[in-house]
């Protein structure tokens, strides 16, 4: 099918770049509006798999490009350097920023396409976000940051038709989660180059848990893929690869967003998620969702493991006793599928992809 694609200006000459399937095959008085939000190295083209199949869940997809990211609009040297500090309070501003121009995306994005609203007895219409591996920090990110809007804009968030939000195989790093045991970096490499290429084969390989269900750490399998199976990326060609991927954002920005101490993505996390009163005045009746693939690295599993035991002990047992329970929360694991699920099986991780969003 024909991707199309768009770009929508928001406030401080700020473009952000989407790609999209469109109308097609669904009634326009009564579809679904998902937006993705893309992870580390891999851009939005990564989902166009799943394109070809949103009309027979009633799904418009739309795939963000974050900023640096195709055509969307690089980050200033200004911004960067909130980025590139050691202060706390510089990486704060700059989530605070990136959030808040999410949010912005999403409200021009709405106002220009007059989207459905939400039918809640027929799960249809309304907006769903979801933020794959880093991507999900953003999605926190703009969650957490509502409050940052202009007048005019928290009126318009209050016509926003948000009714869901799901991370899929959300990174461990974004959520402000430590290791559920230490481990030997596998990214020792003399060069970007090099560690780049270790990335994007280990991001895209499977893994064999003795016991992915149990939530013991010393059952997941963290760093050392299976060599029986192929990685999600090695039936791709040269020219495939390259259009999914964006190597020097890898290098620069991303890298860079690794260095955000654990604590600050915790606050956020906390805030978007586990901050009664601040859930009680913005988007109040959010259904968030994590799901991961059980055959994804057990970093990114343990996610899930910690979302479920803050769904059975209370937020504070994982987040500090400042958190608690303040959302529509639930943690799901697929059947199979890998952290490219999407890429491997599209249609049937849509499907799944649906089944945990209506939970």
Not at 89 to 111: C, M, N, P, S
């Amino acid at each position: 099918m024909t991707t199309l694609t768009g770009t929508f200006k928001i406030a401080g000459d700020v473009e952000f770049f989407y790609e999209e399937s469109g109308l097609s095959g669904l009634d326009p008085t009564n579809y679904t509006t998902v937006v993705f939000i893309h992870g580390m190295g891999f851009n939005g083209a990564v989902f166009r798999r799943l394109f070809p199949f949103g009309a027979e869940h009633n799904y418009r997809i739309v795939s963000l490009y974050r900023r640096g990211y195709g055509l969307s609009t690089p980050w200033s040297g200004k911004e960067l350097d909130l980025l590139q500090s050691s202060d706390k309070e510089d990486h704060k501003e700059y989530l605070r920023l990136a959030g808040v121009q999410v949010v912005r995306f999403l409200l021009t994005f709405v106002a220009s396409q007059s989207i459905p609203r939400y039918a809640k007895e027929q799960k249809t219409g309304g907006l769903i976000l979801i933020g794959w591996s880093i991507g999900g920090g953003y999605s926190n990110a703009a969650l957490a940051n509502l409050d940052a809007l202009a007048t005019e804009e928290l009126r318009d968030l209050g016509e926003l038709p948000a009714h869901g939000r799901s991370l899929a195989d959300m990174s461990l790093v974004a959520m402000g989660l430590q290791s559920p045991r230490p481990y030997q970096s596998f990214l020792f490499a003399p060069t970007v180059e090099e560690r780049w290429e270790i990335f994007k084969q280990w991001i895209s390989s499977f893994f064999a848990h003795p016991n992915v269900y149990s939530r013991d750490s010393s059952d997941l399998e963290l760093v050392h893929p299976r060599q029986d199976k192929l990685g999600s990326l090695y039936g791709l060609t040269d020219e495939e690869v390259a259009e999914i991927t964006a190597p020097q954002m890898y290098a620069t920005h991303d890298a860079a967003t690794l260095v955000i101490k654990p604590e600050v993505f915790a606050d956020l996390a906390r805030r978007a998620l586990f901050d009664k009163q601040y859930a009680s005045r913005y988007l109040p009746d959010l259904k968030v969702r994590f799901v991961c693939g059980t055959e994804s690295s057990g970093l990114f599993v343990h996610v899930v493991n910690e979302i479920r035991r803050c769904m059975d002990s209370g937020p504070s047992a994982v987040f500090g006793e400042r958190a608690e329970r303040a959302r529509d929360l639930d943690g799901a694991y697929l059947e199979r599928g890998n952290h490219f699920v999407f890429l491997d099986e599209p249609q049937w991780a849509l499907a799944q992809f649906k089944a945990v969003a209506e939970r």
